[in-house]
């Protein structure tokens, strides 16, 4: 018989699947037009070697693993000294502890298959979907680098990840934590970024992970 926590983390797995895989591969099949070929190119681009897909990786999350301690020391001042109400980074522990003690196993898969479902949905999916979008409004506003000393396409690329990172960000307010909610916005910027720059799902999926898994490690051992 199926406890309520793990009915719930399988609910929640089967709920991601089919927002955050089914209904992109949906809209680009039968919105967009695209063979199946082809949207398995946008999705998962092409694997680079498994050295440079494996050193990136690692790269990567050391980068979030760095900036995370950054961004938590910064909350924490900034909650002490003015008053902040981003000081509640102990809510999310709070709302995972139980899910982690409840069913171990099926928790750590959950977390192995969210982060693919977020790097495809929030980075391969989302990300080209708002430089499509900012491209027409600037054409529509007939807007062009002749007018602008930076790039548009730096532009476009800058506000794309800011977008995708607020929607990435509002994917984690069921914690209610100020700081999570924060915290992940930051960190949607640079993965973003990453996969902008190396355009590897990989990359960004392993370094997602191996962040991720490092931070229930620390909890698991701190219980």
Avoid: C
Wanted: glycine share 4%; no cysteine; charged share 15%.
């Amino acid at each position: 018989m199926l406890t309520n926590i793990t009915t719930q983390l399988l609910l929640n797995l089967i709920l991601f699947f089919i927002i955050l895989i089914l209904l992109p591969i949906f809209y680009l099949k039968f919105f967009r037009k695209k063979t199946n070929q082809e949207i398995i190119n946008e999705l998962i681009p092409k694997q680079k070697k498994i050295s440079i897909e494996l050193i990136g990786s690692i790269k990567l999350f050391l980068i979030l693993f760095l900036f995370n301690i950054i961004f938590s020391l910064i909350f924490s001042y900034l909650s002490i000294q003015f008053g902040l109400p981003i000081g509640d980074s102990e809510k999310v522990s709070q709302e995972i502890m139980p899910l982690i003690t409840g069913n171990t196993f099926l928790f750590l898969l959950v977390i192995i298959f969210m982060a693919l479902f977020e790097e495809i949905f929030f980075r391969a999916f989302l990300l080209k979907r708002f430089k499509n979008i900012f491209n027409f409004i600037f054409e529509k506003l007939k807007i062009t680098n002749k007018s602008n000393k930076i790039s548009l396409v730096k532009i476009i690329t800058f506000l794309s990840i800011i977008f995708s990172s607020v929607i990435f960000s509002l994917g984690h307010i069921d914690y209610n934590s100020n700081a999570e909610l924060l915290a992940a916005f930051l960190l949607g910027i640079i993965l973003a970024y990453w996969f902008n720059k190396n355009n590897s799902i990989y990359q960004n999926y392993l370094g997602h992970l191996f962040f991720n898994l490092f931070v229930i490690f620390l909890l698991i051992i701190s219980m």
